[in-house]
């Protein structure tokens, strides 16, 4: 027997009830809300490895003919005035950049000076990447505090005198830097201005296919047009489009291929730091993303550049 009140004696009462309409719409509303919503914004650490990708992978920053750590640097950049190593941008607190703050971080990548102070060579590309968004600045910074931290001590330049004077840089800086975000041209396409912004801020394309002065200055007239001594002493051929000596003859659709590929429209494939820098940047890019970069590179002003590789 059951006692009135008891749990069971509602029990029948209770299995035969009919929720009430009004609770099952305010239980499904409150599920749906706390789903998430279809083509939700990606994480900044998601959009901050879309930047490194847009960076070519910042490629540099791993030694991979030694088997180094991923971004845990020590790569041997060879130059004309001497060599210089990468350094270490995992999150490791000793040797990497685990301790550096926000201020810090955006510091160094458009300014080009460390936390300590120190002005960074323009081997680093900040004269490229203070072109870049804040927001692109703290969503790489996301993603570089989410690798796994490796310790690894950064090797000291083996720059010549006076190129490996510090204290010089500074009049360097006055005579070769620009700081400042890059703008939209108002007179150009959003997929032109998407390219620029690729090209000049996050690839820094300029860096390799541009020859430097004495100073190690970009020589602006000569922007895009190649160099017989760029990045780890490599040849870097001249992209923009001359129909004789650039790239004139490729269409939008080859330099696309050519960027999620590394083939060219002859059928030859490229060699060195930019298969590289394809295979852990570009190639991951939105097709959309490389088609801009072609529209602005086939802008460019075409420049009669043979670029023939020194006698060593």
């Not at 490194?52 to 180094?68: E, F, I, M, P, V």
């Not at 001497?82 to 350094?87: A, L, M, N």
């Not at 010089?168 to 830097?177: A, P, Q, R, S, Y």
């Not at 939105?286 to 550049?305: G, K, Q």
Request: proline share 9%.
């Amino acid at each position: 027997m059951s006692l009135p009140g008891s749990c069971c004696g509602t029990r029948s009462a209770m299995e035969h009830a009919s929720p009430h309409p009004i609770m099952v719409f305010s239980v499904l509303l409150v599920w749906l809300v706390a789903l998430p919503a279809w083509g939700d914004e990606p994480s900044a650490i998601q959009r901050g490895k879309a930047v490194l990708q847009a960076a070519g992978g910042c490629s540099c920053h791993t030694d991979d003919k030694r088997s180094g750590a991923f971004l845990a640097g020590g790569r041997p950049i060879k130059t004309p005035f001497g060599t210089v190593y990468s350094t270490n941008i995992t999150p490791a607190p000793k040797t990497g950049i685990g301790t550096w703050s926000d201020t810090d971080f955006l510091k160094a990548m458009t300014q080009g000076v460390g936390p300590d102070g120190v002005h960074y060579f323009p081997v680093f590309p900040y004269t490229s990447f203070t072109r870049m968004t804040e927001r692109d600045v703290q969503d790489l910074q996301a993603y570089l505090f989410s690798v796994p931290p490796v310790e690894h001590a950064n090797k000291p330049t083996e720059l010549r005198f006076p190129f490996s004077w510090r204290a010089g840089l500074v009049v360097w800086k006055w005579l070769n830097f620009q700081p400042g975000t890059l703008q939209p041209r108002p007179d150009q396409s959003a997929e032109w201005n998407r390219g620029a912004y690729l090209a000049t801020a996050l690839g820094h394309c300029v860096q390799c296919h541009t020859p430097r002065n004495l100073l190690g200055g970009l020589r602006a007239k000569m922007a895009y047009a190649g160099s017989a001594d760029g990045p780890e002493g490599e040849l870097a051929p001249n992209i923009t489009p001359d129909e004789a000596t650039g790239i004139g003859t490729w269409s939008v659709a080859d330099i696309v291929w050519f960027l999620q590929t590394g083939f060219k429209p002859n059928g030859d494939d490229t060699q060195g730091l930019m298969s590289v820098v394809i295979e852990n940047g570009f190639k991951h890019l939105p097709e959309e993303d490389l088609r801009a970069i072609a529209v602005y590179l086939r802008t460019l002003p075409p420049i009669r550049n043979k670029v023939v590789k020194k006698d060593k």
